[in-house]
């Protein structure tokens, strides 16, 4: 399994900004597509972004469109995911993973169909919005 770790999570006031990142442990982590995902007690994990190898491709689920933003830096071996305009509604524990296995078409990453590939999860970040 692949070893990935997250970070940039923490507390913030309805408005605020977080920027997460998503490192890997001993592989290069340019050569899959990563996804963000965020869990709430109670609820089902969601897709909240996702980007693809080259870069370009990214899937943002409905929730998130026009406030998040994913990119990665190949160089740092990272890909970031930029919370803004942050809701109460947005907290939750943030997990980045990566399908090793199976292709996943970058523009749909997110969606609940392509769940079952991402079989390399790292710890989660905890990000909490509240006044």
């Known amino acids: 399994q692949l070893q990935l770790v997250e970070s940039g999570g923490g507390e913030v006031q309805p408005g605020g900004s977080l920027r997460l990142s998503c490192t890997a442990s001993g592989f290069n982590l340019n050569y899959y597509v990563i996804g963000w995902f965020r869990q709430v007690p109670g609820k089902e994990r969601e897709g909240v972004s996702c980007i693809g190898i080259n870069g370009v491709s990214t899937y943002y689920g409905d929730s998130v469109k026009g406030r998040f933003a994913i990119s990665r830096d190949n160089a740092k071996n990272t890909v970031y995911l930029h919370l803004n305009s942050l809701q109460p509604e947005d907290t939750g524990v943030y997990y980045c993973?990566?399908?090793?296995?199976?292709?996943?078409?970058?523009?749909?990453?997110?969606?609940?169909?392509?769940?079952?590939?991402?079989?390399?999860w790292g710890q989660g970040t905890q990000v909490t919005v509240s006044s």
């Open positions: 993973a990566l399908p090793s296995s199976v292709a996943v078409p970058a523009t749909q990453c997110g969606l609940t169909e392509w769940l079952y590939a991402y079989d390399s």
